[in-house]
């Protein structure tokens, strides 16, 4: 069968499938390393890695051997079996984070959920019963309708009202807002350490520390969305540790299997009664493979050898964005923490990522005006002074205009 034309692609993809993406003017055909090639095979240096899934990068020997190993045992079996992939990711999981237990679900926003629903049990027995769950504005936490109204952008909820769940939304690092939002009605809290699709916003270790010390208190409780942030990606294993927490629930995803689709919520010991036989189940989730391929990556980015390794590339990607900044008066702030960083533009950022494209860059731009990168965590000094000097030479095009 011959190829279709990248024309081709467009005109069937626009015929065929649902059109709710706005998608670059690529069609991807393989990738290794750091680097994607489209159908022309045109190179692409990825800062973007699948929205950070591909973390390890492309076409890595460990997963393809996990994936085979797998292959020529089990896909899937259903969780009215045992199985052992599953049972020891588990163990990894719980014994690198909060010694919680693990449900297996296969999307962030399905993490997500998961913690929603253990909210809505934990509120409805409380005395009196909570219902509200606290989430920060700009925050993203998935596309499902419950993860969708958590989400604090409003822009998200339009047309899909009434709201599922009753939300409070608080501004990210306004602790003076805390007391007045955080009423006796509220059971939860979800948020994002580093807020991901929101704009690359770090979180402020005083002001996580006052809502955290607020919650426990008051026993709410206290759940983080590591979908974006965990396993690795801000030079900890978790972004929570960066914050001097151990969060009830942990919700985890994009980067787990390799570019397989799995998401987990870590609910800590005393709390993992409240879902009980029957209460929450998934038929993919967990699944033989998945879990095989989780395994190898949470074997490869937990070690401390890798850890350091991304911190110190983090680093260097930050002073870098802060050398672009120093040169152009247009780059309005720089921020970020590991290998997740943004740069915030005075104008809209579409054509910078356009241009960058089209000189073999992948990055991303969100709430309009904010370069995201999100480069594969096994990404080398090489690779970020490459990516510097193409946005370099990008906005230099833009400031001479
Ligand atoms: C991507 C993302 C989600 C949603 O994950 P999906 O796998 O797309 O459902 C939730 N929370 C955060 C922080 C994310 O970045």
């Known amino acids: 069968m011959k190829n279709p034309s990248f024309e081709e692609l467009l005109h069937k993809e626009k015929e065929f499938v649902l059109q709710t993406y706005s998608r670059y003017p690529v069609a991807l055909k393989k990738g290794k390393g750091v680097y994607v090639w489209d159908l022309q095979g045109k190179k692409y240096l990825d800062f973007f890695a699948g929205i950070a899934v591909n973390d390890l990068g492309y076409a890595h020997k460990q997963i393809k051997k996990a994936v085979q190993r797998s292959l020529n045992r089990l896909i899937h079996a259903s969780n009215y079996f045992y199985l052992e992939p599953q049972i020891s990711l588990a163990e990894k999981l719980s014994l690198s984070s909060s010694q919680g237990k693990v449900f297996f679900a296969n999307s962030g926003a399905e993490a997500n959920e998961c913690a929603l629903k253990l909210a809505r049990v934990y509120g409805n027995q409380c005395q009196p019963r909570r219902g509200t769950i606290l989430t920060l504005e700009n925050s993203f936490h998935g596309r499902t309708l419950a993860t969708l109204f958590a989400t604090g952008q409003a822009k998200y909820h339009a047309g899909f009202e009434p709201a599922v769940g009753k939300y409070v939304y608080l501004e990210p690092n306004n602790i003076s807002r805390i007391d007045s939002v955080l009423s006796d009605d509220v ?215």
């Open 187 to 401: 059971s939860s809290v979800l948020i994002e350490l580093v807020q991901g699709e929101g704009g690359v916003r770090v979180m402020d270790k005083t002001f996580i520390s006052a809502l955290s010390e607020k919650c426990r208190k008051k026993n709410v409780l206290f759940m983080v969305d590591e979908v974006q942030t965990g396993l690795g990606r801000t030079g900890r294993l978790f972004a929570y540790e960066h914050f001097g927490i151990i969060p009830d629930v942990i919700t985890l995803a994009k980067p787990l299997a390799g570019g397989l689709p799995m998401g987990v919520a870590i609910i800590k010991r005393e709390l993992a009664g409240l879902l009980k036989p029957g209460m929450h189940a998934s038929s993919f989730g967990g699944g033989y493979m998945v879990c095989s391929v989780a395994n190898c990556v949470i074997d490869l980015i937990r070690k401390e050898k890798f850890l350091s390794h991304i911190r110190e590339m983090g680093d260097y990607l930050s002073g870098q964005f802060k050398a672009l900044k120093q040169k152009y008066d247009f780059i309005a702030e720089t921020r970020g923490l590991g290998l997740m960083q943004g740069m915030q533009l005075k104008f809209n950022g579409k054509e910078i990522v356009q241009k960058a494209l089209e000189k073999g860059l992948i990055i991303n731009c969100i709430q309009e005006n904010v370069l995201r990168c999100l480069p594969p965590l096994v990404i080398e000094k090489e690779h970020i002074d490459r990516a510097v000097s193409i946005l370099d030479s990008v906005f230099s095009d833009a400031a001479g205009k």
